[in-house]
């Protein structure tokens, strides 16, 4: 069964500064997409950014960009310029692709980020 | 255009009675999940519907649990004789066919007395 782990329960940033989370996966399949998704306290599921596995090219979106390296079955997520709107609970998911949309997300339990200004 | 639609917002039920959440997808999305997030844990994966059919229910419990999504209307989840156990937040998601992103509603948060 595939499994998603997030070592960091917490971690903690300045504004304007950078930071990095973690995301392992364990996974058989050769093809799968990886997310990362964004619960602020108003608990609104929030997706952040996506990569395809087959895809070698990092994904970016704005000041968001992940490290994906499919050998390690390592997915981080890099926030540049943090600002005080990041400070909220940031999940790693997985999904088989089975074509489409079919397939359940596979989450990790989560890392608790706080900005501090 | 809207986002996914999720209500109630907040449920109070008692020990014993019905729970009937419901979700309405995005415009355009026939694909509903719904996924279970207890405090202090990630989502979990409880169902997935297409119109008028149950594609994957692996993640539902085997008993008071169930999940419909008809032909008009909303998905409705339904918890029959709520149990403390089962005070969490029910979120539900949607995706087009052949999309793999999933977006998700508000939630609802129930609460058992």
């Known amino acids: 069964a595939q499994t998603v782990t997030q070592s960091q329960p917490e971690m903690s940033v300045q504004e304007a500064e950078t930071v990095t989370l973690s995301c392992t996966y364990d996974?058989?399949?050769?093809?799968?997409?990886l997310f990362w998704y964004k619960q602020p306290p108003s608990r609104q599921m929030i997706l952040v950014i996506r990569?395809?596995?087959?895809?070698?090219q990092n994904a970016t979106e704005n000041r968001f960009s992940v490290n994906f390296q499919k050998a390690a079955k390592s997915f981080s997520l890099k926030i540049s310029d943090s600002q005080l709107g990041d400070a909220a609970m940031y999940f790693c998911?997985?999904?088989?692709?089975?074509?489409?949309?079919?397939?359940?997300?596979?989450f990790g339990k989560g890392t608790k980020l706080s900005v501090k200004p | 255009n809207a986002g996914v639609m999720q209500n109630p917002r907040h449920l109070v039920r008692r020990r014993g009675q019905e729970a009937r959440l419901r979700c309405s997808p995005m415009?355009?999305?026939?694909?509903v999940y719904w996924y279970r997030q207890l405090p202090e844990e990630g989502l979990k994966f409880m169902v997935y519907?297409?119109?008028?059919?149950?594609?994957?229910e692996s993640g539902m419990p085997k008993e008071r649990f169930s999940a419909e999504f008809p032909k008009e209307g909303p998905s409705i989840l339904r918890i029959q004789q709520v149990v403390r156990g089962d005070s969490a937040a029910y979120f539900c998601?949607?995706?087009?066919?052949?999309?793999?992103?999933?977006?998700f509603g508000p939630g609802t948060r129930l609460t058992v007395t």
């Open positions: 996974t058989s399949e050769s093809d799968y997409y």
């Open positions: 990569q395809e596995a087959y895809k070698q």
């Open positions: 998601a949607s995706s087009q066919p052949g999309q793999s992103e999933q977006y």
């Open positions: 415009k355009g999305h026939s694909h």
């Open positions: 519907l297409q119109k008028e059919n149950i594609i994957d």
């Open positions: 998911a997985y999904k088989m692709n089975y074509g489409g949309s079919q397939g359940n997300l596979i």
